[in-house]
């Protein structure tokens, strides 16, 4: 399935098949077009059908055509083009006949556990907040910035203290398979002030891993 649209518009995915069944927007609803395997294309709208617009469209042979022609019951002798806003139904256009090639990509990055560099320690992990990158096919390239809970030992008391605390991380994440998420990342802790001093891990570089599910295809 295809993220939100305000995602989709920054995403640029390319077909994985050579797809018919794409009808010009506001053009006569009987002639379909085809999309040649490997054409890229960027989604405008998901209300009910995909609406999208082709930023390249990749060359098909004469005689590869004809026989997708003789194929495929309704298309014409026309590929998309580059200049047209173009429909499809859902139905048709199945998760498997097309990838995500590269853009924007976003959500949330939590860390089970935080292996802090400074002593070997494993420190218990948390929700960083909200990050941004870039993904190219299966691999994106993140940044994340936000607040976190940092447990604080007070030295004269038995209880541990739970401090809010700024955190910021970058690394990369992997898809493997069709959903499941795997990564490396580094970040840094802060809590600043006299809790800052206390703190051991303030401004040391931590190491963990990042597992999940996406969503986008």
């Not at 907040?129 to 936000?146: C, E, L, N």
């Amino acid at each position: 399935m295809f993220p939100c649209v305000a995602k989709a518009q920054a995403q640029t995915y390319s077909l994985s098949i050579d797809q018919p069944g794409f009808v010009k927007q506001g053009g006569d609803p009987n002639v379909s077009y085809l999309g040649p395997k490997g054409s890229r294309f960027v989604i405008l709208s998901d209300t009910g059908k995909y609406a999208g617009r082709f930023k390249s469209v990749a060359q098909v042979d004469t005689e590869r055509f004809s026989a997708l022609r003789a194929t495929f019951s309704g298309a014409n002798a026309q590929t998309v083009t580059t200049d047209a806003n173009y429909e499809i139904s859902k139905e048709v256009l199945l998760d498997y006949n097309y990838r995500l090639e590269y853009g924007l990509d976003t959500g949330v990055l939590a860390v089970p556990f935080k292996l802090q560099t400074n002593d070997g320690t494993v420190t218990a992990g948390s929700t960083v907040g909200p990050y941004a990158g870039f993904r190219w096919r299966r691999t994106s390239f993140i940044g994340s910035f936000g607040l976190s809970l940092l447990p604080l030992q007070d030295v004269n008391a038995s209880a541990v203290d739970t401090k809010v605390g700024i955190t910021g991380a970058g690394g990369i994440i992997f898809l493997l398979g069709k959903q499941f998420q795997l990564g490396g990342i580094v970040g840094v802790d802060h809590l600043g002030g006299s809790s800052g001093k206390l703190y051991p891990y303030e401004n040391k570089v931590w190491l963990s891993l990042s597992i999940g599910f996406t969503f986008i295809k």
